[in-house]
C-alpha cells in the first residue's frame, strides 16, 4: 500500500495525467486513520524535481521535502506521530562511506511546526538548505543529490524511507 502511495504521489505530480470517470468514493469502510498512538512503521518521501535556487546564482540550495508518516498496514493513510527526523544527502551516483555531504536534523518540536495537511492526508514538511553553516561548498556544486531520509518516534523503532529520492540542483534543462 505505501508503495501504491508513493506512485500515486509521483503520479500527482505529472503533467498531463488525467482519470477517467468518477473516482471511488471514501467511505468509513475503505479509509482507515490510525489512533494517535499508533506506532509508526513506514515512511514515503516526495521532492521536487529540482532544489530552489533563492539566491539567484542559478544553482538551486534549498530542497523542500514531504515526509508522510504511516502505522502498520490496518492503516491506510498518513498520520503524525510524535518524534524527530534526519536526512541526509549524497551526490548522485556516488558511493563509499564519505559520501555524505549534508544533514538536516529536526527535533520532535520541529517537526511538530512543520506539520501540513494535504490531499493525500497528514504530513510534515522540511526545507533544508545547503547553504547552512557546516556543509561544505561542495555539496552545492553537485548536479543532482540522492536523500535519504528516517523517523525516530517518541515511542517505538527508527522507521526509515522505504528509498532515496533524487533532486536536480543545476539550472540545466
Known amino acids: 500500500m505505501r508503495v501504491a502511495f508513493g506512485c500515486a504521489l509521483v503520479a500527482a505530480g505529472l503533467p498531463g495525467c488525467v482519470t477517467e ?8 469502510s475503505n ?7 499508533a506506532i509508526a512503521s513506514g515512511m514515503v518521501m516526495a521532492v521536487g524535481s529540482r532544489a530552489t535556487d533563492t539566491d539567484g546564482d542559478g ?6 521535502l514531504t515526509a508522510y508518516m504511516f502505522a502498520d498496514r490496518r492503516y491506510n493513510m498518513p498520520y503524525w506521530p510524535a518524534g524527530g527526523f534526519t536526512f ?3 551526490p548522485s551516483g556516488s558511493s ?10 529536526f527535533t520532535p518540536e520541529q517537526a511538530e511546526a512543520s506539520r501540513a495537511r494535504f490531499g493525500p492526508g497528514p504530513a510534515y514538511v522540511f526545507q533544508m538548505s545547503l547553504m547552512e ?9 553537485a548536479e543532482a543529490l540522492e ?8 515511542a517505538g ?3 526509515s524511507a522505504g528509498r532515496e529520492v533524487t533532486v536536480r540542483l543545476d539550472a540545466g534543462g
Open 21 to 28: 470517470g468518477a473516482p471511488p468514493p471514501k467511505t468509513a
Open 31 to 37: 479509509v482507515r486513520h490510525p489512533p494517535p498512538d
Open 59 to 64: 544553482a538551486g540550495e534549498t530542497i523542500l
Open 88 to 90: 541526509i544527502a549524497a
Open 96 to 105: 563509499g562511506p564519505d559520501r555524505e555531504v549534508a544533514r538536516w536534523v
Open 133 to 141: 553553516p557546516g556543509i561544505p561548498a561542495a555539496a552545492r556544486r
Open 147 to 154: 536523500v535519504r531520509g528516517w523517523f525516530d518516534p517518541v
Open 157 to 159: 523503532p527508527r522507521v
